[in-house]
């Protein structure tokens, strides 16, 4: 549950994000006027809108996430798909949303982190291949259904 009248931010790990999805939050920033940040490895384009801003980090494993999580107040909200930084996002009492829809909780996070390391083992020995399913019109509505419901919450309790 978000805080009363806590200063939403919104944040995106915009280097694997889909541009269906960045096209839903610029919508939902521009309705909301919720500042809404991509942190990326590289330069992104965005519309000029006072509610979004790109942020582009240096390159490396894990810059972007270190970056959002220094950034990240509890009660934000952040747009991943990188499991162990959804992880941390909860650790620091804020919300993690996924291209797909799915919003994570405390209650699910570690049984997801175990498939992810699961399957990351697998890989690694050659059992199993990358089988991440094509992103399809079916995920946005997902997302864009999730995000909808969690930005009129939000936009309840602070009015």
Known sequence: ?????????????????????????????????????????????????????????????????????????????????DIPLADEVLEHHAHALSPRGELFSSDTIKSRLNMRDFLETLRASGIHSDTTAAFKATDKQAFSNQLDRFLTRYLKNNS
């Not at 806590?6 to 960045?22: E, F, G, M, N, Q």
């Not at 096209?23 to 509610?51: C, D, G, H, W």
């Open 1 to 81: 549950m978000l805080k009363k009248n806590h200063l939403l931010h919104i944040w995106v790990d915009a280097d694997a994000c889909p541009v269906a999805i960045k096209e839903v939050l610029f919508r939902a920033a521009e309705r909301t006027q919720i500042m809404t940040t991509l942190v990326a490895n590289s330069a992104l384009r965005i519309p000029k809108s006072p509610y979004i801003q790109m942020l582009q980090v240096g390159a490396g494993f894990d810059v972007a996430d270190h970056k959002i999580i220094s950034l990240l107040k509890a009660e934000d909200l952040v747009i991943t798909s």
